[in-house]
């Protein structure tokens, strides 16, 4: 009796697998996605795939499976796009069909569907169509934010002579200068880098980055319907968010008290004139959660993002210090030593231009991009991708393409240098993403990028506190977002 209970048993569990492969590997009309790894049920292909640097994992796996195939993140079918040609046939060529929001449930779970980065459909066309036209009202592209950069170039020129030679990390100076500018164009206003409630968010979103690439957090992502009740160091990711959130309302409410229609000073005021023009319309977007949303996504990638690029920046610099020679050599040539630098240098410093694209490339910032979801039914190549699925555009398979970079784990500021010394276009440099979806400020990131960068080596050297042979520059962290390994450095002044 016990010998068939047990044989019962196994019959059953051997059904369900099978039952659980058959519907996984087709979408409701019975057609096949894309070949891939077999999965296990409930947890999809989590034991195949390194959750510390889950790009890689899945490089490797378009050695077997081919530029689309699709793995199981726990029981959710995602499609993978390898390489440029695929990401270009989805995001580009069939643009309006892949640039749907994808499901991640780590961000699902905080963000609701609100905001500019993970809202949906009509809702996210109409805050995205907005935050451009605010941000260009604004000057994005324009003089007014590049001098409001120029000014917190200025400002952190001032922090770092505050270091007097002693060797230091730069985490936390280099956040503060992005962080400012946002803040700019967010409340119209920066804060000094001592500011107790400046310096509480800046923990924040230091912690948030690396939280968001715990084990823990990325297993959220396969197992939500476990995680969602398990303690552990999502939870602090989300408890962070909701400190932001609240830093932001404050402000909003702030503002809202001084609204002025005609004297819009700020991202804020614009989203409340805009709620004020929309309320007797039921279906408006423009209300509060999805402003204070809005306004977590300016600030946190507004700040992360292009702080974590000139660490690594930084980084790279003294490892190579040959390359920095070079870059500090046509600043002296281009700009000189006193006066300020400006977006429109860039025309005439092919050299300093190549580095920041390689620094862009070499750092990888964001690996895996973010989900993108098909919004109909549609075929890539030979494969029928179902509405609803969730594709994920794998940026590094371009950035590290071997036959548009050769040796591309090299750092090498030539990757984008024509023989002649002249800068080179590629469209293989897809950091900010392309297509529908790609990032909203790619136009500030790179004005800040610039001049941040060139006002540090206008003025400093940068020197190792050990043998630049020696360096790691391999990332401490590669998740969601890649994080450089710690490091400290001297700042030594060029000049009186």
Not at 44 to 69: A, H, I, P, R
Not at 108 to 119: A, L, N, R, T, V
Not at 196 to 213: A, D, P, T
């Amino acid at each position: 009796m016990e010998s068939w209970g047990f044989t019962s048993l196994t019959l059953i569990v051997c059904i369900s697998f099978l039952v659980f492969f058959s519907l996984w590997r087709k979408d409701p009309k019975g057609r096949k996605l894309p070949p891939g790894p077999p999965p296990l049920p409930f947890i999809g292909n989590m034991l195949q795939l390194d959750q510390k640097d889950l790009s890689t994992s899945l490089c490797k796996l378009s050695e077997k499976y081919g530029s689309v195939y699709t793995v199981y993140f726990g029981s959710q079918p995602v499609v993978i796009l390898h390489g440029y040609k695929a990401l270009k046939e989805a995001l580009i060529d069939q643009g309006d069909i892949f640039g749907g929001r994808g499901k991640l449930p780590i961000f699902d779970d905080i963000y609701k569907g609100h905001g500019i980065i993970f809202s949906h459909g009509e809702k996210w066309k109409q805050i995205r169509r907005f935050s451009l036209t605010t941000l260009r009202n604004f000057g994005m592209g324009k003089r007014s934010i590049e001098e409001r950069v120029q000014e917190e170039a200025q400002f952190l020129l001032k922090e770092l002579r505050k270091t007097n030679g002693h060797p230091f990390d730069p985490t936390y100076i280099l956040g503060c200068a992005p962080c400012n500018v946002i803040c700019s164009i967010l409340f119209h206003q920066r804060f000094s880098y001592d500011n107790e409630n400046f310096l509480s968010m800046m923990r924040i979103l230091s912690e948030n980055l690396i939280l968001l690439n715990s084990p823990l957090a990325q297993l959220y992502n396969n197992v939500p319907w476990l995680l969602r009740y398990v303690p552990g160091p999502h939870k602090k990711f989300f408890s962070n968010i909701k400190t932001l959130k609240k830093f932001i309302l404050d402000s909003t409410k702030k503002h809202e008290e001084i609204l002025d229609p005609n004297n819009l000073k700020n991202y804020i005021d614009c989203f409340l004139y805009k709620m004020q023009q929309d309320q007797i319309n039921p279906d408006s977007v423009f209300d509060l959660e999805n402003l204070a949303t809005s306004g977590m996504d300016l600030f946190d990638a507004g700040t992360e993002t292009t702080s974590t690029t000139l660490r690594y920046g930084l980084l790279l610099m003294v490892k190579y210090p040959e390359v920095q020679d070079k870059v500090q050599e046509e600043i002296d040539r281009v700009i000189g030593q006193h006066r300020i630098p400006s977006i429109k240098d860039k025309l005439e410093m092919p050299y300093t231009e190549a580095v920041l694209h390689e620094i862009q490339r070499y750092s990888d910032l964001v690996p895996l991009s973010l989900a993108h979801e098909v919004t109909h039914d549609t075929q890539l190549q030979q494969y029928f991708i179902p509405k609803g699925t969730t594709v994920f555009p794998i940026l590094s398979s371009a950035l590290f393409d071997p036959k548009e970079f050769p040796n591309p784990h090299q750092f090498d500021p030539k990757h984008f240098l024509n023989e002649d010394g002249s800068f080179k276009k590629s469209d293989y440099f897809v950091a900010f993403s392309i297509g529908k979806r790609a990032c909203l400020g790619e136009g500030l990131a790179k004005m800040e990028l610039f001049l941040f960068l060139v006002t540090i080596l206008q003025h400093f050297t940068l020197k190792s506190t050990i043998d630049p042979k020696e360096i790691n520059i391999k990332p401490c962290s590669t998740g969601i977002i890649t994080v450089p390994p710690k490091y400290e450095l001297y700042l030594l002044p060029r000049y009186e």
